[in-house]
T-cell receptor, first 112, second 115 residues
Framework: DGGITQSPKYLFRKEGQNVTLSCEQN?????MYWYRQDPGQGLRLIYYSQIVNDFQKGDIAEGYSVSREKKESFPLTVTSAQKNPTAFYLC???????????FGSGTRLTVV | QKEVEQNSGPLSVPEGAIASLNCTYSDRGSQSFFWYRQYSGKSPELIMSIYSNGDKEDGRFTAQLNKASQYVSLLIRDSQPSDSATYLC???????????????FGQGTILTVHP
């Protein structure tokens, strides 16, 4: 079945650590996105990529980094520079601007 | 002004009633509009999309778009307890030179349908 796989489902980070969230899709979509959701809030865009080896900052990119070496994969690294990383992270993909995004099941990151 | 703003909730309706969810957006160049449903602890799922002025119906759901007023709404008829969720309005804003644009989301409206 086609879809987006995010892993892990739950992730715990110690202060000062970098952690990487995985996002893999087998939908053959060109565009991929990372969003962050805080409790009771909407989704805020972190980074997006429309083609391999290219990506753009979203509205809240500080403290995050991404790579897009393969069409299928768009990992997100939460660096130690992100001071408040506890949130629900959602990866999405898209093949045409006229259509809505397909979302993965999300990764819940908690700082311990 | 926020780019996408939804009516403040939470919204509570009795089973069988019509639930009305509203959303306004600031960018007149927006072309695609979406409603997502998100159950607690889950990822959003797309329930409606609309691109031109007027109404679009799909089962118990009706999306309404008025580009002149920069307004999009979602009506849920015959509301069921299983409709209880957070509803997110999303607008596709196309930065110059991009093909896919990016979705900007409202803050969401919590809907509770009580028996």
């Amino acid at each position: 079945d086609g879809g987006i796989t995010q892993s892990p489902k739950y992730l715990f980070r110690k202060e000062g650590q970098n952690v990487t969230l995985s996002c893999e899709q087998n939908l053959n979509h060109d565009a991929m996105y990372w969003y962050r959701q805080d409790p009771g809030q909407g989704l805020r865009l972190i980074y997006y990529s429309q083609i391999v080896n290219d990506f753009q900052k979203g509205d809240i990119a500080e403290g995050y980094s991404v790579s897009r070496e393969k069409k299928e994969s768009f990992p997100l690294t939460v660096t130690s520079a992100q001071k408040n990383p506890t949130a629900f992270y959602l990866c999405a993909s898209n093949y045409d601007r006229a259509y809505g995004y397909t979302f993965g099941s999300g990764t819940r990151l908690t700082v311990v | 002004q926020k780019e996408v703003e939804q009516n403040s909730g939470p919204l509570s309706v009795p089973e069988g009633a019509i639930a009305s969810l509203n959303c306004t957006y600031s960018d007149r160049g927006s072309q695609s509009f979406f409603w997502y449903r998100q159950y607690s602890g889950k990822s959003p799922e797309l329930i409606m999309s609309i691109y031109s002025n007027g109404d679009k119906e799909d089962g118990r759901f009706t999306a309404q778009l008025n580009k002149a007023s920069q307004y999009v709404s979602l009506l849920i008829r015959d509301s069921q307890p299983s409709d209880s969720a957070t509803y997110l309005c999303a607008v596709n804003i196309l930065p110059g030179g991009t093909s896919y644009g990016k979705l900007t989301f409202g803050q969401g409206t919590i809907l509770t349908v009580h028996p």
